[in-house]
C-alpha cells in the first residue's frame, strides 16, 4: 500500500470514528487485528455490536465507496465478526454491518462522510 493511500485511510477512518463517536456509537476497537484479518471499526450502538468497514475515496472513477465492498469482501467481514464475537465471549449477540463511505477532495480534506447502517 502506497503512503498515500494509506493517509488517504487513516484520514478516512478519523473522520468516520469522530462521525460515529457523535452519532452515538460507542467505539469499542479501531484496527482490529486477527489471524483472518482486520477490522476497520468495532462499535456499540446500544446493545447491538456493529462491524464497520471504512471506505475513502478521491474520486469516484472506480465507482463510490460502498460499492467496493463486494461479495468478497462481506464474506471476509462475517467471518472476521464470528471470530471477534468468539474471542469475547459475546457469540449469538445481536450485531449488523455498517459502511462508512468517505470523500476527500484534491487537497485530501474530507468533503463528506455517508454512514450505511445495515450494508448486508
Known amino acids: 500500500m502506497t503512503m498515500t493511500r494509506r493517509r488517504r485511510g487513516q484520514i478516512g477512518e478519523a473522520a468516520a470514528a469522530a462521525l460515529l ?3 452515538g456509537y460507542r467505539i469499542l476497537e479501531r484496527n482490529y487485528r486477527c489471524p483472518l484479518g482486520e477490522i476497520d471499526i468495532v462499535a456499540a450502538q446500544g446493545e447491538e455490536i456493529v462491524f464497520i468497514e471504512v471506505r475513502t475515496r478521491s474520486s469516484q472513477t472506480f465507482g463510490t465507496p460502498q460499492e467496493s ?8 467481514l462475517r ?3 464470528a471470530y471477534y464475537l468468539g474471542s469475547r ?4 449477540r445481536s450485531c ?7 470523500w476527500l477532495d484534491r487537497q485530501e480534506r474530507v468533503a463528506g462522510v455517508e454512514v450505511i447502517k445495515g450494508a448486508f
Request: glycine share 12%.
Open 69 to 76: 465492498v463486494d461479495g468478497r469482501k462481506r464474506l471476509r
Open 79 to 81: 467471518r472476521l465478526a
Open 89 to 92: 465471549g459475546l457469540a449469538g
Open 21 to 23: 463517536a457523535d452519532s
Open 96 to 102: 449488523r454491518f455498517d459502511v462508512v463511505a468517505v
